[in-house]
């Protein structure tokens, strides 16, 4: 059986970070944790689309994980999932499981669909998250197991189960599902949905797989601090035996050290964490709850809470609290990420011009890559900073600030005449 890997999403609403599918947590890519949780349970042949930006670390990642993978260009990006499976089509056919890599699960719900598909003979199979609050997503209508539609975003109170649909979907005969798919109509994006809907109304039987373990869509930047904890999680603790580890340093809890990292006298680390290649968590740092990425220098007297750091982040003397940092980034002395409104509501964050809710009273930062801070700068909670920006010292962002910027602040320093006399102070 065949699995087709949907990793082809542009992840503007991820803006300004880089592919979602190429974040990396505790060493990996997210791609590869999901391909060796699919591994796990079994499938061992795949093809996965991706686009024009992402195609060639697809095929970097087949080659290091030496698995059985054919890789397709989705061209159009405009027509979403069905695009990525009619460019896929001439590699399908048979029993194939479809996948959206925007969708963290557990390796369970691969194994489960899987056991289902083998105990029964229903034409397709689609997984469903149990939930005990409204998602605004596509529910799966329901006759005992078998599926009888697909509601989308149905609003709250109006849900026809409490089964979200998850794109972890199985079909016996892909073929079939193709051709439904290139005879439905809709005027919005749901083509998908609309040819599954077909099917089930020409009398295919769809079983609903019912799924209670983690699920986690990465739609927001926000998202990656749940699956950084989930997948740590995953992970043993172990500390590289090439680490050097003060013995003034102090570490506690589920945590990851890698392969020639530098723990220095008084350093903190609280788990769960993740320290990648090469790092170094200097004198008199605390890291707690977050994620460092390679090659990255904590510096002295900072505090990193809850936060993923991507690889080659530099701080000397920072906080950086619930935030999330791109790659090649570097805070000047005592530059701070706000993470807490003053009147304790809920974070808003820009999103294609909408401010959306994240649902999180404390958000730091979102800032992209190769990123330069000054010495002295506030930033607001919930402020995206743009990739390859410089922003100034001694100011305050209170607002996005886009790709390609230098932003910088307009101050007037006076001089006058002192004419007081300056004491001593007295010990």
């Known amino acids: 059986m065949k699995v ?50 992402n195609i060639d670390k697809i095929q970097e990642l087949k ?8 890789i397709v260009e989705q061209k159009d990006l405009d027509s979403g999932m069905c695009g990525a499976i009619l460019a896929a089509k001439p590699h399908l056919s048979g029993d194939t499981l479809i996948f959206n890599s925007n969708d963290i699960v557990d390796q369970s719900a691969f194994s489960k669909i899987h056991d289902s598909y ?5 034409d397709s199979y689609i997984l469903g998250k149990k939930v005990d609050s409204y998602f605004p997503g596509g529910y799966l209508k329901t006759d005992g197991d078998l599926i009888t539609g697909i509601v989308e975003k149905p609003g709250e109170g109006n849900e026809p189960s ?3 649909n998850l794109v972890v979907h199985l079909h016996r005969n892909i073929e079939q599902f193709i051709e439904h798919l290139e005879k439905a109509k809709s005027d919005s994006d749901d083509l998908y949905e609309v040819a599954m809907d077909n099917m089930i109304k020409d009398g295919k039987k769809f079983q609903a797989v019912e799924y209670h373990d983690f699920w986690q869509p990465i739609k927001y930047p926000w998202h990656i601090h749940s699956v950084f904890e989930y997948l740590i999680a995953q992970s043993t603790p172990a500390i590289a035996l090439s680490a050097q580890i003060s013995p003034r340093a102090s570490i506690n809890g589920h945590v990851i050290i890698e392969e020639n990292v530098k723990v220095m006298d008084g350093a903190v680390i609280q788990g769960p964490a993740y320290i990648g290649k090469n790092s170094i968590i200097a004198n008199n740092t605390l ?9 990255s220098v904590i510096g002295f007297g900072s505090e990193v809470a809850r936060s993923y750091l991507s690889a080659e982040v530099w701080t000397h003397s920072n906080y950086i609290g619930d935030s999330i940092i791109g790659n090649n980034v570097s805070f000047g002395a005592g ?6 409104r003053l009147d304790d509501q809920e974070i808003t964050v820009n999103i294609s011009e909408n401010k959306v809710s994240t649902g999180k009273k404390k958000l730091g930062i979102i800032c992209g890559d190769n990123v330069r801070f000054g010495i002295n700068t506030g930033i607001m909670p919930g402020v995206k900073i743009g990739s390859n920006s410089y922003i100034g010292a001694g100011i305050t ?31």
């Open 335 to 340: 530059t701070v990420t706000g993470n807490l």
């Open 162 to 164: 409490s089964l979200v």
């Open 287 to 295: 890291v707690r709850q977050s994620h460092i990425g390679d090659d």
């Open 397 to 427: 962002i209170a607002q996005d600030i886009p790709d390609n910027s230098f932003a910088r602040g307009s101050w007037e320093l006076k001089i006058s005449e002192n004419t007081k006399e300056i004491g001593r102070r007295q010990l």
């Open 118 to 122: 083998k105990s029964s003979d229903h």
């Open 4 to 53: 087709l890997v949907l990793a082809a999403g542009r992840s503007n609403r991820m803006k300004p970070l880089s592919d979602k599918v190429f974040l990396s947590f505790c060493g990996k890519p997210l791609l590869q944790w999901q391909l060796e949780g699919l591994q796990n349970s079994g499938f061992q042949e795949f093809v996965i689309v991706g686009n024009r930006e």
């Open 63 to 70: 080659n290091t994980l030496k698995i059985n993978a054919t």
